[in-house]
């Protein structure tokens, strides 16, 4: 009986030790992504804040798209701020003026934003977008797609602020 | 869309006790611990960024749009929302009415938004945001100065907006854009209605893009609602009829992205949905 009490009290403290190793896990990694929100904050400064996305990912074999649409309401300057610090494997970044695959037009590459910080402003993306498509108005959405190397197993993600000229 | 942000659960702790003789079973194998997880850590493929209330006020003021006295939703309405999904979208509305009385320089009746807006705002389980007395004071202490207003709205809407993202509530957020979306649509199409020459249709057409993201991040939200449904409803019926304008469809169907061009019945069409979508969230 004093065995199956010992082993059942092993069993449980054993619980309760990955239990919380898991949570302190994931509030460190919440502590750090909000770390690097706001880095990308500074960056964006003395922008208006409009607002931010964190794309979270884990555990793909093979590389993997995601996607984040932003509008740019109003006819200002607006500047986008990307985090790769919380991304361990190759994450490319590129900004098109629209989602649809056949219609739109690559405005930015950045060929890799692993462990960086790196922000971007409209008015490049603009002067592509006129150069590239013409009769055209002005830049009224930015459709973002990363493309993630896959192979890492780790919780990880990228962060985008978004703020404008006011 | 949205995820769960740590969705560590521990669904089952498959506590699989092999043994009950020991640290060993009689075929020789060791007692093992299974610790299941859940780990729904992955973003959906496609996410967006909703822009904040006031910037739809800005656009729509860039476009020209001009203020009109009573346009807005009385504050002394915010007694008559019970239900949460009702605080919300009125809570979205009286953002818009806020921003729109800040930048049209009309304190006194930003001060009474503000007011409904905490009122809402505690209601909706928002009370760290809003219940905080020194907005109300730092507003009064600045009444005159709009420049400080409009830093404690931009202020308002960011720490509400990081409030919700890390408490996993972002649909809470979507459903209060929604409100704040369909009063920006009406009050640009009260005042086109007055002054039909303005540039105040094409930030219309504009707006109406945000839509279908609108849509997908109400149908997130976690229970089911009637009045929720209905605005859904609403909205996807102003999308489907903004879709099959003839304007949009030749607009669509160029090589180029230049915004249609509504025709005045087309224009009235729309119009008169998002004033009866607004009619309904206001009531």
């Known amino acids: ?166 | 869309m949205f995820k769960s942000k740590y969705t560590f659960l521990l669904v089952s702790a498959g506590l699989s006790l092999v043994s009950c003789g020991g640290n060993e079973d009689k075929d020789g194998k060791t007692a093992k611990v299974v610790v299941e997880t859940d780990n729904n850590f992955n973003s959906e493929e496609y996410d967006f960024v909703l822009p904040q209330p006031i910037s739809l006020a800005k656009a729509f003021q860039a476009a020209g749009l001009k203020y009109t006295p009573g346009a807005t939703n009385p504050a002394s309405n915010k007694q008559n929302y019970q239900s949460k999904v009702k605080q919300l979208l009125n809570l979205g509305v009286y953002s818009t009415d806020l921003a729109y009385s800040a930048i049209n320089e009309k304190s006194q009746e930003a001060r009474e938004y503000l007011k409904a807006i905490q009122e809402l705002g505690n209601g909706v389980g928002l009370k760290p945001v809003f219940s905080d007395k020194k907005i109300i004071e730092k507003f009064d202490k600045n009444l005159n100065n709009m420049e400080v207003i409009e830093d404690l709205i931009y202020d308002i809407q960011e720490r509400s907006e990081e409030y919700m993202d890390d408490n996993d509530i972002r649909y809470l957020s979507v459903v209060q854009f929604a409100g704040a979306w369909v009063e920006g649509m009406y009050l640009g199409i009260k005042d086109i209605e007055q002054n039909p020459d303005s540039n105040l249709p094409v930030t219309i057409v504009d707006q109406i893009n945000l839509l279908k993201n609108i849509v997908k991040g109400l149908k997130t939200y976690p229970t089911s609602d009637e009045v929720l449904s209905n605005v859904i409803k609403k909205l996807e019926d102003i999308q489907a009829t903004y879709d099959n304008f003839a304007s949009v469809k030749t607009a669509m169907e160029s090589s180029t992205f230049v915004s249609p061009k509504l025709t005045p019945e087309e224009f009235r069409n729309l119009a008169a949905k998002i004033k009866d979508l607004r009619t309904y969230i206001v009531k």
Do not use: W
């Open chain 1, 1 to 166: 009986m004093k065995k199956i009490a010992l082993l059942s009290s092993l069993v449980v403290l054993t619980f309760l030790f990955l239990s919380t190793t898991i949570a302190d896990n994931g509030s460190s990694f919440d502590a750090r992504i909000n770390t690097y929100k706001h880095e990308c904050k500074q960056l964006i400064k003395p922008f208006r804040y409009e607002g931010s996305r964190v794309t979270y990912f884990s555990g793909q074999k093979e590389e993997f798209t995601k996607n984040v649409e932003a509008f740019l309401v109003i006819d200002t300057e607006y500047k986008f701020a990307f985090s790769g610090k919380e991304c361990s494997t190759k994450a490319m970044v590129r900004m098109y003026d629209s989602g649809d695959e056949k219609k739109r037009t690559l405005l930015k590459e950045i060929k890799n934003i692993q462990g960086k910080n790196i922000s971007v402003s409209s008015n490049d993306l603009a002067s592509v977008y006129r150069k590239k498509v013409s009769a055209t108005e002005r830049l009224k959405m930015v459709y973002i797609e990363y493309k993630i190397g896959g192979g890492s197993s780790k919780n990880e993600a990228i962060v985008m602020v978004v703020g404008y000229k006011d």
